[in-house]
């Protein structure tokens, strides 16, 4: 009868010991799959489209780094800038979007994440935004013409397109006849030098970043993204880093978008086959992208336009 109970003991502790093997073990499969689906940390360059050119530049130093770079040609044929619209009954509310989505809805080559928005809880089980969910915009909004969002104070700075695809940054407010216009935060660069950042705890961590840069001809628009919060991948810049970058590509004037688990740069294929170019790290989840209010898109033509003229 002890025989038995003892080898009874021995079952339920051995299935007891390997339920709680699967219950760690496939938390952890799942998450080691996550860091597997991830950009690889090598030097990349690629013609995505005519007048569209990514480059992925992994750097050591100061920490381990992942940069990716946009550079758009704004002169070359097809190109066009689209800035999410608002929801059409309520002008001043967006219905929040990952930027996958926002690709795929207007049929986009290119977007990145776009304006700080509120209001926004990181984590379960109260996080918000989800994919659908109202939320506003910090700073002006307008896309197609149309005014989505009015501007605020001088603190959050605008990226304004004309229809001609003339591309300025401005204070806090565009100009009339404006055809898109993203509100970011901080202007970074100002005639090619670094402006003057405030001494916010924000400004000196180590994000993940998003910002937008033009040449003084403007007629180059460059993407910049710098992942973050990924240990021994790329662990984030502080903003005075990310002007440093923005100063080595060339450009006149830089502004800075909404960052964090935010920050997301999405390319889709002639079929219409999306990819992540980043390492998006919504909830400190890696490659998870995270719903938000409002996005810069890119039209473009097909890269195999290049070969038929």
Known sequence: M????????????????ISIVSIVSVPLLIYGGLLLKRPLPTDKQQQL????????????SPRPLMVHTVTIDLTAPGIKLLVTPGNKVDKNEFAARTTSEFVREFNLQLAINGSFFYPFREYPPNSYPKSG????????????????????????SVLCISKL????????????????????????LKEGKPAVLGDSTDEKLLYPRTAVAIDKSGKTLWLIIVDGRQRFYSEGVTLAELTSIIQELGADSAL????????????????????????????????????IANHLGIYALPIDVLNRE
């Open 165 to 188: 695809l003339q591309v300025q940054i401005y204070q806090n407010r565009c100009p009339l006849g404006t055809s898109e216009g993203l509100a970011g935060r901080e202007i970074l």
């Open 49 to 60: 489209f005519p007048g569209i050119l990514y480059q992925r530049d992994t750097r050591k």
């Open 256 to 291: 800075n978008l909404d960052g964090g688990g935010s920050t997301t740069l999405v390319v889709a294929n002639n079929t219409n086959k999306l990819r992540v170019l980043n390492s998006p790290i919504q909830t400190r989840i890696p490659t998870r992208q995270r719903a």
């Open 133 to 156: 969910d109202p939320v506003k915009v910090e700073g002006q909004v307008i896309s197609e013409g149309k005014s989505y969002a009015p501007p605020k104070s001088k603190n959050y």
């Open 2 to 17: 002890k025989k038995l109970n003892i080898t009874r003991v021995k079952r339920i502790l051995l299935t007891t010991s």
